[in-house]
């Protein structure tokens, strides 16, 4: 279970941090740190303005403490939302009522009869002993800062026995209605913040919903899991949803595999937890309330997960980068960065615009190569349509001209008003022909004339408009191939880009494969190498069998010899005993005492040896059942090389250690033996006194006695030597099975080696497949970069095709224009009438030019004011060398708001002149309309040409002011770096009189000491002068010789001290003046700032005057669109009079003509 996070919420120590943990700006001198007493962060002054009486605080509780603004804004949505809803614990609010209005329980909010219903069934329900009773005080104080508030300042005057009691009581009633055995993880917390919301009644049958119809099934398996996230395994449900997840944020925002791999250990260890539980005690209150409102307003659980997922993504870099899931810790970590940085607000503001999690479906890998194919065959189908587009344009082109109806002139500057004109005068001559031949009176003629007349102005109206609709045609299809190359060009840039990263995987797959063989290398070498330990172990198991052998038939031999021994030894003694029995009668009975004594101490040795053997035998079988047991544990490691080579030395140990204690046994065989010959020489001893028992009748009884015990003894002896006999071979047999047990040992270790090796064989054989694998998808990318390449050449002749019909098009317009030409020559006699219209349009374009100018001039005055502006700028900042560093941060912030502005406005002046640009574009084209028509129009063009001139050098001088501005600018960045380094030798200087202050306070110090040495020395001679005085009368001259010296000391002293006092004075008036300095330097900064303050006042002014000129030129702008409105009105006017001067003149033209005909044929 997670520790709560007010536990692990620690005070941060001044001086540790060295950026604001909100707005990340340096801590400085005049940018002081401070520490939020909410949540216990460190921020700056300008992140932390207001203050707060703070819930939980134990200094000075009942008094306001600095918060920083999320607190503060945290803290006001808790306290709106208590005083609009009126919240208290345990009580009905309209919270409560929109949900159960939301959740279909009740119709209205006013329904009080259903309300009364939902209590009394309540009242009714059954409850289940599950829970007795909770802890409030103790769940108060585990809270997070967030909700620890709203509990303490929305219970009201409810005690927390009483809260207990109403919690206590829902709970035990939601447990029989759901039969839970236990209760689920946290939703006591949730039922507890509810209870804050709504009644107790009313509170049941809101979390009776909420748990049947909204959370899901992995959310509910989790809450029902264990509490820790080691004890937890995934369900089924759950590793779904995390792939879910995963897949809507690749999708949406291409998250890289190791960013998906720590999101999904994030939503493993922490994510399960805040979506079952709503945030409760993760994030902060605001979190928990608008998750479960949204939820029960929307009746859909998605938006609890939408939360989760906009969390996710907010926080994607630190997920990614400082989020490591190894310990508690670390996620208390995690969880304190959450909630200390998560509001609801903030995250609904940043992405509104995007899609929900339920509307955007997620997309698997192979989706993505399917819709990649698809958009390679749009491009390939689009670069065709195109060609097909232009090929039926073709098609229609020669079907209109079969038909009788021209192509459409291309489109160009308005020309395609004058082409119905000029195309009209082919076709009525042939019909007005043939009609008027026909005719005989003159009458008759006049009237086919005026018929003809009116047919022709209803052929003339039919083939106008014919003529709109396929010029309206060709635009749209010029429009339509503007377009298809804008595409054509955009799937270019994006198959290059797509070549660039097949390109880019090519190379990380090829430097894969290289990893990958390396990595081959590596395992067949340390294959090698565990072969060579394979038979190092083999040959090492060889050289145990034998040793052991060798160890055996050691022992086998000492044994034998140790029984052949005692027999030998025996023999002799019993001769010398023989032939000495005479001589040692007399001592045998004390040394029978004595032997009595060595007997009884041999047996308690034997006994301890015996015991001391047996524990070695029993320390011998744990050890080497501690050995058997870490050989297990090593075989099922499979670290056979390792382990095989500690078994053999701790073999080699135990066969020593048996090789000592069989020695040691030997020795004490030996020694055994010796007391039994002894023995045996001291029963012939007996037997020789037997022999004299004659002559010594006294003794008998006790050499009976005597013999019966060396009876016994050698009874005891024979039972110990058995013992020993069955003891060692004991020992024989547990070494026999010692060396089965290896040997069975070695055979397991060799049946594993065997595995091991065919599982290494299995995987060398998987990454050849793997390899070979690896190796075709490398020709299959290969495969598609050059059917890319094709595609590319095929667009590429595609391309060129297309410039060449655009060259076949640029012909037909050239020659169409030289009939224009042609045709404008005939219109001569119309002349008089254009040429007023042409002096109005010169007035029109004077008006314009003296607009143009007027605009030029407003940006030169702009240009003028800015850089006034930065050179008062520029010297004001020379004097300002001691300025505050927050005041300069601020003059900066402002300067680059006004860079921006300067900026935005070279934008609209560059855009004014790309509309002046393309005004006198449109002038020249009309220009070029009315030279086709008369000659007189040539002025206008030279004219124009002039004011391009006069454009282009304005556009020149707008690039020097912008080469200027430059150029201020860094001269702005050397002035900076001049007062940077001004700033440094100020800081040196006080670096420098702060140690002269110091230095002189030493000395100052060290003078007060040596003058109280001085004072010592001198009230020390003088008692030294008045004992000798009092003493010595004799002495006087002496003693005024002393006081002669003592004088002359004085004086030497007095100097010192004076100079050294002249010194003391020297230096405290430097430091006068310097404090005097320090005063004058804080007088100018003040003064400084107030200049600072009144300058920004001057820029505040200047920008409002920059965005009235600005507001100037957008009415001038529009002023001028107007104007240019009405000149295309008028053109088109003259334009459409135009036409019907040359309909008019081709009808009066044929009229004449025909009239002519007619005359001759009367002639």
Known sequence: ?????????????????????????KFELFLREHICKRCLRPVCSECSPKKLIIVGYDQAPNQKHRVCSPCKAESKFQKKLRKENNLQYGSVSQISLRWLQSLNLITTTESHSEIQDLEETYKKSQSKGLISNIDITQMKQQLSYSFKQFAFQTQGKLTDAEVSKILVSLLNKLAFRFQWKTLPNK???IAYFVLFLTSEALAYHILIEIYTNYIPSYAIEYMSEAPSPSERSLSQNQQTKIQKILNYLISQYQIDDFSQKQISRFIQFIGFDMLSAFYVDILSFECFFTSIDDMITKNTYMEVERIFIMLIRYHQTYLRDDCIFTDNQQHQRILIHLIRNTSISDLKEKYKGEKTFEGNRTETAESKMFKQSNSMVMNSTTTGDFTQITTSQANNEERATLNGNYPPAPVENGQNAQVPAMKAERQPSTVNGGDVTESDDDEGETQQIEVQQYKSSVYYNQVEKDLQSQNAQHDLDIDVAEELNEEFKKREELLKSEIATYQRQLIKQENQIKEYKQQILVQQNELQITRTELQTLQIEVQTIRTQSLVSSQFASSQIQGSQETPTANTNANINQVQSEQQQQVEHLLYMLTQKNIECENLIKSQSQ??????????ELRTQLHQKSIEFENYVANQQSTISGSQNNEEIEQIRVQLQSQLQQKTVECQNLSNTLALTQEKVLMMEKNQKSSVQHPHNNACIEQLWKELQSLQQKIEEQRQEKVSLEQQLLQEKEQLIVNHLRETAILKQEVSE???????????KSTVSSEYVQKIIALEKTIQEKEVLIQSQVSQIQVMQTEVQTLKQTEQSLKKELVQKSEQSSSYSATIETQIKELQSNLESMRQTNSSLVQEH?????????????????????IQENEQTIINLRTQLEESRLREVSLNQQVIQM????????????????????????????QTVITEKSKTIEQLEQQVLEDKEKMENYERIYQHKEQQIVELRNQLLLQEQTSQQLIEEGKTEIIHLKEQIRILEITLVEVRQVVEQKTLIIVSHEQTIKQLNDNIQHLTESYQTQLQEQQNQYNQLHQSYNLLQQEKMVIEQKIIEITKEVETKILIIHEKEQIIIQLQEKLTNRCEEHEKIIEKLKSKVNRLQNELNKYLSVFNSVKTTVTNVEEDNIDDD
Do not use: W
């Not at 692990?8 to 909100?22: D, E, F, Y």
């Not at 040896?609 to 029993?618: A, K, P, R, V």
């Open 187 to 189: 939703f006591h917390l």
């Open 1 to 25: 279970m997670y520790q709560p996070v007010s536990q692990q919420l620690v005070k941060a120590a001044r001086g540790v941090a060295k950026k604001c943990s909100i707005c990340n700006k």
């Open 609 to 618: 040896q015996e015991s001391n053997f047996n524990l070695q035998i029993e």
């Open 913 to 940: 002149t790309e509309k002046i640009v393309q005004l006198n574009e449109q002038i020249a084209q009309l220009g070029e309309q009315i030279q086709s028509v008369t000659q007189s129009n040539q002025e206008l």
């Open 860 to 880: 030169k005055t702009l240009m003028d004011l800015t850089v006034k502006n930065n050179n008062i700028i520029f010297e004001e900042f020379k004097i300002q």
């Open 756 to 766: 091991f090796q065919q599982k290494i064989f299995q995987q060398e054989e998987m």
